[in-house]
Structure formats: C-alpha cells, structure tokens
T-cell receptor, first 111, second 114 residues
Framework: KNEVEQSPQNLTAQEGEFITINCSYS?????LHWLQQHPGGGIVSLFMLSSGKKKHGRLIATINIQEKHSSLHITASHPRDSAVYICAVCEAGGGADGLTFGKGTHLIIQP | NAGVTQTPKFQVLKTGQSMTLQCAQD?????MSWYRQDPGMGLRLIHY???????DQGEVPNGYNVSRSTTEDFPLRLLSAAPSQTSVYFCASSLISGPHGELFFGEGSRLTVL
C-alpha cells in the first residue's frame, strides 16, 4: 500500500503570501488528486494530474513522477483559501479501490 | 445540477441501532464510493461500486453494507451501530470507473453513535 505523506501538517500565513504544500508517496502511481475541504464542509476536487503541471486561477499543481512528489502552490493567498488540502494517489495498475489519501494540510490565511 | 447529494447531514444513534446513509448522483457516473474520515487519519474507503449491480469492499468494510440497484443511488447501511462508527462519512462519484478521473464528493454526513 502506498504511503502518502503531506507537509506541512499545519500552515499559517499572511494574506498575499505564496503558499506551497507538499505531497510525497512511496509507490509508483497513475494519477494524483489534490482536494480542498473547507471547515465543516464538503470536499472539492482541485486537480487530477499524472504528469507535469496544471494551473487554475491562483492555484498551481506540479508533479515529479521520478521523485514521487507533488506540490500545490497558491499565489496571492487570501483568507478564503483557508481550508484543509488533501493529496490522494492512485497506484499504477491499481483497481477501483486503489486510492490512498494523505492526512491533509490545514492552511490558515490571516488577513 | 445537484451533483452528489448525501442525507442526512447529521445523525445521532444509540449502540445497536441501524440506519442508512443515502447517496445519489445525477451525473450518470459509473463509479461511486463511500469513505469515512476520522481525526488524524486520511479518508478510508469503506465500499465502492463500478456500476449498477456491482459492489466491492474497500479498506474498512466491517459493519457496513451497500447495494447499487441503480446508477444514481448508492446507500450505505449500518447494520448494528457501534461507537467505533462515529465518524464523518463521504460519498464520492467519478465518471471513469475507478478513481482515475475527477472525483465529486457529497457534503458529508456526521454520525455519532452513543
């Protein structure tokens, strides 16, 4: 089973700062998901990627397959970005049950 | 477009009681799954389905049953609730069979078992 580690576990930053959240995994994967969970709320998919880089608004996700590592960046952070960010990986050759989740990074953006 | 709808949002049960968490999606997704989320742990898969009439166990299936009689609905049944089943439950769906496509989650159901 894949080991998924996220860092940092908790992050507090000031509005406007550039944010980086990291995700590393132990076994080769076919896809990696970044998810966002607001306090008391549901979970929203931000990105699904298998190589390279994706950008959506102020969010950028990158993945390095060789190094088994992905990063989620937030530019010009805003208090509404405060949430838990979750990394999940789908193992290469894994079946429909092959999704492993990290424990999440709790991000607080202070005004 | 409702997406994935879960009910109820909150439920309190006594030990030994049974209940059903409902999950419905209107996106014609083949893949549906149930997860539980506990403090300090990542989401864990309970059961999943790759299409109507097909279900399978995930990482933590004990104490739970599922069925998939239609593409739209995937209810999760707790047969005899135990305090260890106190958790937040999420239903998710994906167009692609398996977790290789974009995942759509419900709002979650917070269950407390006394």
């Amino acid at each position: 089973k894949n080991e998924v580690e996220q860092s940092p576990q908790n992050l507090t930053a000031q509005e406007g700062e550039f944010i980086t959240i990291n995700c590393s995994y132990s076994v080769g994967i076919s896809a990696l998901h970044w998810l966002q969970q607001h306090p008391g709320g549901g979970i929203v998919s931000l990105f699904m990627l298998s190589s390279g880089k994706k950008k959506h608004g102020r969010l950028i996700a990158t993945i390095n397959i060789q190094e088994k590592h992905s990063s989620l960046h937030i530019t010009a952070s805003h208090p509404r970005d405060s949430a838990v960010y979750i990394c999940a990986v789908c193992e290469a050759g894994g079946g429909a049950d092959g999704l492993t989740f990290g424990k999440g990074t709790h991000l607080i953006i202070q005004p | 477009n409702a997406g994935v709808t879960q009910t109820p949002k909150f439920q309190v049960l006594k030990t030994g009681q049974s209940m059903t968490l409902q999950c419905a999606q209107d996106m014609n997704h083949e893949y549906m799954s149930w997860y539980r989320q506990d403090p300090g742990m990542g989401l864990r898969l309970i059961h999943y389905s790759v299409g109507a009439g097909i279900t399978d166990q995930g990482e933590v299936p004990n104490g739970y049953n599922v069925s998939r009689s239609t593409t739209e609905d995937f209810p999760l049944r707790l047969l005899s609730a135990a305090p260890s089943q106190t958790s937040v439950y999420f239903c998710a769906s994906s167009l692609i069979s398996g977790p290789h496509g974009e995942l759509f989650f419900g709002e979650g159901s917070r269950l407390t078992v006394l």
